[in-house]
């Protein structure tokens, strides 16, 4: 006989499979906010989920410009909180106040999942550092995950230190970077049609081919193109500067122009939080 925990799981994720919006509604309800560190409903192992067409994720990385590039996406597009992902154990712990919604009284926690139902793109944004000793443990458990969600494009946003740019003099005009993997449904004539240019670790020094300042980005890269799992990195480099707006709305546009008709995207709308 099922364990009474199964029954409970099954139960959750069939309600989430009849009715994503009732889902959000229940999860909107439950924050990470107690001392207890239960587990939120539908974050089980990431998430549960039935939709597999777009995903996007930013790796932690130098500036923080990607998560910023994340939060201009979330908010521009208004994509609704989906849940608390139960990957917190592998982070900084933190919890803050809604960064889109100003008079909102609901709490984020380091790790949060949105999801668009119309436009069938779900998005990780990660709001803290990887515990040093967790790293692996947290690549692997993430590789897993969207492995076996088999999402018809992953899309990861990242950066990379500006004074490791093999060439400043070539490159100063380029604002974005691109690796595709072997499975990626776009191709370099469709990238150089958008004006990214091609990053090639063989650009770099032996010792500088982990792109330095990019957090998990190789070798999540790796992982999955080995999994043939089609995936599209998106590379800023920039410096750990006290302002990176900039650099999050060139990774932002990149992602736009190549993901979306620009027609059909909002005007650009800031975070209220980038007003402080």
């Known amino acids: 006989m099922p364990s009474a925990s199964k029954i409970v799981r099954n139960k959750m994720i069939k309600q989430q499979n009849d009715n994503v919006k009732e889902m959000q509604a229940q999860v909107g309800d439950n924050d990470e906010s107690d001392s207890t560190n239960r587990k939120i409903a539908y974050a089980y192992a990431f998430v549960q989920l039935t939709w597999r067409r777009l995903k996007v994720l930013p790796s932690v990385s130098v500036g923080f410009a990607s998560q910023q590039a994340v939060d201009l996406l979330i908010c521009t597009l208004d994509i609704p909180f989906l849940c608390h992902v139960n990957a917190s154990d592998c982070f900084i712990p933190m919890l803050t106040t809604d960064p889109y919604h100003k008079d909102s009284t609901k709490m984020v926690t380091a790790c949060s999942a949105y999801y668009s139902e119309t436009r ?143 027609s059909e995207i909002p005007e650009l709308r800031l975070p209220y939080t980038w007003e402080r």
Not at 239 to 246: I, L, P, T, Y
């Open 120 to 262: 069938n793109l779900l998005i990780f944004q990660f709001r803290s550092d990887i515990l040093a000793h967790k790293r692996v443990e947290f690549v692997e458990r993430l590789q897993e995950w969207i492995i076996g969600m088999k999402f018809q494009e992953v899309i990861l946003l990242s950066t990379a230190w500006a004074p490791f740019r093999p060439d400043p003099e070539t490159y100063i005009n380029v604002d974005v970077y691109y690796m595709l993997s072997k499975e990626a449904s776009k191709t370099d004539d469709d990238m150089k049609t958008l004006r990214l240019k091609k990053f090639d670790t063989k650009m770099l020094p032996k010792e500088e081919q982990k792109l330095t300042g990019s957090g998990f980005t190789m070798e999540l890269f790796k992982k999955l193109d080995d999994a043939n799992v089609p995936l599209i990195v998106l590379i800023r480099y920039c410096d750990e500067s006290m302002d990176n707006r900039s650099d999050a709305i060139a990774q932002f546009e990149a992602l736009v122009a190549m993901q979306f008709e620009r």
